[in-house]
Antibody
Framework: EVQLVESGGGLVQPGGSLRLSCAASGFTFSSYAMHWVRQAPGKGLEYVSAISSNGGSTYYANSVKGRFTISRDNSKNTLYLQMGSLRAEDMAVYYC??????????WGQGTLVTVSS | DVVMTQSPLSLPVTLGQPASISCRSS???????????LNWFQQRPGQSPRRLIY???NRDSGVPDRFSGSGSGTDFTLKISRVEAEDVGVYYCMQGTHWPWTFGQGTKVEIK
């Protein structure tokens, strides 16, 4: 059974940093691109970042470029999102999702990031 | 970026009646390989998104056959033949043809 379990969310002050993790199981992690998608409270889905299966290619939404870094450790079956210079508008539930080519076929349960002083 | 526009944004429906959601893209979603990477997701209250339909009309495993997808080019539709109580939630279309992938605004389906 495919499972994606996010962790690392919490309360952080504006300007602070946080690292999210997504532990994957039930599939060959190193064969899939992985993505982060976020959802602000009461809002829709927003694409944040993506990484290729071997980590060689990455993508960032303009809203997070230069502040967030996506990475993965295929030996640990884990996806990461290092978030810095956090702003109030970054407050959201962050989901990791597996990409099966041109869509997301599995999603985690999400982890909440709250940015507030 | 490709803009995905859904309508309506709110859809009150009567149990057992059909429902239809439209999704339009600002560019054709036909990829160079001939496929059209238009997907539909369901997000029930308090849950993560779940994919229902991929490549316009293919249902994911476990998705009831009352859900169907259709369309081509820039115009797509998700239909629920007979709405059940468990169908309440927000439905999103998403394109995976052009980078970056983009989502529609979401359509909230509720029971009248």
């Amino acid at each position: 059974e495919v499972q994606l379990v996010e962790s690392g969310g919490g309360l952080v002050q504006p300007g602070g940093s946080l690292r999210l993790s997504c532990a994957a199981s039930g599939f060959t992690f190193s064969s899939y691109a992985m993505h982060w998608v976020r959802q602000a409270p009461g809002k829709g889905l927003e694409y944040v970042s993506a990484i290729s299966s071997n980590g060689g290619s990455t993508y960032y939404a303009n809203s997070v470029k230069g502040r967030f870094t996506i990475s993965r450790d295929n030996s640990k079956n884990t996806l990461y999102l290092q978030m810095g210079s956090l702003r109030a508008e970054d407050m959201a539930v962050y989901y990791c999702a597996r990409a099966d080519g041109y869509s997301h076929d599995y999603w985690g349960q999400g982890t909440l990031v709250t940015v507030s002083s | 970026d490709v803009v995905m526009t859904q309508s309506p944004l709110s859809l009150p429906v009567t149990l057992g009646q059909p429902a239809s959601i439209s999704c339009r893209s600002s560019q054709s979603l036909v990829y160079s390989d001939g496929n059209t990477y238009l997907n539909w997701f369901q997000q029930r209250p308090g849950q993560s998104p779940r994919r229902l339909i991929y490549k316009v009309s293919n249902r994911d495993s476990g998705v009831p056959d009352r859900f169907s997808g259709s369309g081509s080019g820039t115009d797509f539709t998700l239909k629920i033949s007979r709405v059940e109580a468990e169908d309440v939630g927000v439905y999103y279309c998403m394109q995976g043809t052009h980078w970056p992938w983009t989502f529609g605004q979401g359509t909230k389906v509720e029971i009248k």
